[in-house]
């Protein structure tokens, strides 16, 4: 990346990758002026060890044809699962090494800021990158929040929150819907859905 240049991370599991993901990722990227966002998908997941996840490289097969439409998105295999839990404040420690000259921004929906005190090592976490905070229907960023209400001014001066058309769509919820054989058209990009259907993947009931 070029000098100054402005990386952005969105992690999550992405299982699977959403119209909900991509809608966050390009609104953010377009109102912060940012070069690239790179989607990171989790390895094993430290907050959901009692799920079943389903196999990385699914996850980062349906991310592949989620983006490829879009040059400014990318995607990283940093958090390949290597037998570890994959930790935030390792992955945006190893992109600051690999892009000394970008400011890295952390992307992630108003839900996931909510459970940041659960996050190792989160008041290091919050020096290290620019939060960027989106908007997701049924939560709210309030700084009274007993989690929130931790979290330094300077962190509240720095943090953006950035507004999307609201996406009320949850891997989860399309996870339930294949396995009860409902429609999961128009809620993710159509290849991620024939991919779905073509590796039976949700099928045999629910995962999580
Ligand atoms: P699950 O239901 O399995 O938790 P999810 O839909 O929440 O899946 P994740 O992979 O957990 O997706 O989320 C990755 C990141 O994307 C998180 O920061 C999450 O807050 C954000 N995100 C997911 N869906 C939306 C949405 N509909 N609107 C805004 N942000 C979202
Ligand atoms: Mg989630």
Not at 73 to 93: A, C, Q
Request: proline fraction near 6%; charge should be neutral; include cysteine.
């Amino acid at each position: 990346m070029d000098a100054g240049a402005k990386l952005a991370v969105i992690g999550g599991t992405f299982d699977p990758i959403h119209y909900g993901h991509l809608i966050a990722a390009e609104h953010a990227r377009v109102q912060l002026g940012i070069d690239k966002v790179l989607f990171i998908p989790t390895g094993r997941p430290p907050h959901k060890t009692s799920q079943a996840v389903t196999a990385w490289e699914h996850r980062l097969r349906m991310l592949q044809l989620a983006t490829s439409d879009n040059p400014a998105f990318g995607i990283s295999s940093l958090e390949e699962p290597k037998g570890e839990f994959s930790y935030s404040i390792d992955t945006i420690r190893r992109l600051r090494s690999l892009n000394p000259a970008s400011l890295i921004y952390f992307l992630m929906g108003a839900d996931a800021l909510l459970t940041i005190d659960t996050w190792k090592d989160y008041q290091q976490l919050i020096t290290l990158c620019c939060f960027v905070v989106v908007t997701r229907p049924n939560y709210v960023i309030d700084r009274s929040h007993p989690v929130l209400n931790t979290l330094p001014d300077e962190w509240w001066q720095e943090m953006r929150q950035v507004e999307i058309p609201a996406m009320d769509i949850s891997s989860t919820d399309i996870r339930s819907r294949v396995a009860a054989g409902k429609t999961i058209k128009y809620l993710l990009p159509r290849q991620v859905e024939e991919y779905i259907y073509d590796h039976d993947l949700y099928r045999g009931g629910m995962k999580s």
